[in-house]
T-cell receptor, first 111, second 112 residues
Framework: GESVGLHLPTLSVQEGDNSIINCAYSNSASDYFIWYKQESGKGPQFIIDIRSNMDKRQGQRVTVLLNKTVKHLSLQIAATQPGDSAVYFCAETGANSKLTFGKGITLSVRP | DTGVSQDPRHKITKRGQNVTFRCDPISEHNRLYWYRQTLGQGPEFLTYFQNEAQLEKSRLLSDRFSAERPKGSFSTLEIQRTEQGDSAMYLC??????????FGPGTRLLVL
């Protein structure tokens, strides 16, 4: 079936370095993509989104890149901080509005 | 706090009991969603409402589950005759039509 998945289960980075989290999706009908951050015991927190008519969007310290040709989504976090440590999910949706999430990747920031 | 709120935050119940969870969406958000999340997995869609109308239900939503949003504001999710497999985090999210979904803190259910 169609799914959204992440390439790596864990990512460990040094504080201050940039982080890149990758995600592959398979539903070519998806037109809206969102990155969420989830800390232990909390609900997912919206980070940044992008629509299929764009290939890049920037926020505060975060950038999302969308490559529709290879169905690939990435989240870049600049100057990673200890507070960025969490599980990150990519999610996609189409006309029906429901989000389909990947399994999540754990970002661990080393001091 | 103007975010999505959920109550209770934690619920422990015995198998066979009924439980009900409440979600208060962000004010003026017309869409409200319920998801379920088990440990180590991403949230899975259960159902969603546009105003008071329930527009879609996942096959995960067995006949023991029922959700309502009677006045188009808060919503309740009821699970009847709970089973151990129902143990999970139940998440609520809200949005305006075709915009980002914002999640609440979730209700963690443990069925003994």
């Amino acid at each position: 079936g169609e799914s959204v998945g992440l390439h790596l289960p864990t990512l460990s980075v040094q504080e201050g370095d940039n982080s890149i989290i990758n995600c592959a999706y398979s539903n070519s009908a998806s037109d809206y993509f969102i990155w969420y951050k989830q800390e232990s015991g909390k609900g997912p927190q919206f980070i940044i989104d992008i629509r299929s008519n764009m290939d890049k969007r920037q926020g505060q310290r975060v950038t999302v890149l969308l490559n529709k040709t290879v169905k690939h989504l990435s989240l870049q976090i600049a100057a990673t901080q200890p507070g960025d440590s969490a599980v990150y999910f990519c999610a996609e949706t189409g006309a029906n509005s429901k989000l389909t999430f990947g399994k999540g990747i754990t970002l661990s920031v080393r001091p | 706090d103007t975010g999505v709120s959920q109550d209770p935050r934690h619920k422990i119940t015995k198998r066979g009991q009924n439980v009900t969870f409440r979600c208060d969406p962000i004010s003026e958000h017309n869409r409200l969603y319920w998801y379920r999340q088990t440990l180590g997995q991403g949230p899975e869609f259960l159902t969603y409402f546009q105003n008071e109308a329930q527009l879609e239900k996942s096959r995960l939503l067995s006949d023991r589950f029922s959700a309502e949003r009677p006045k188009g504001s808060f919503s309740t999710l009821e699970i009847q005759r709970t089973e151990q497999g129902d143990s999970a985090m139940y998440l609520c999210a809200s949005s305006l039509t075709d915009t980002s979904q914002y999640f609440g803190p979730g209700t963690r259910l443990l069925v003994l």
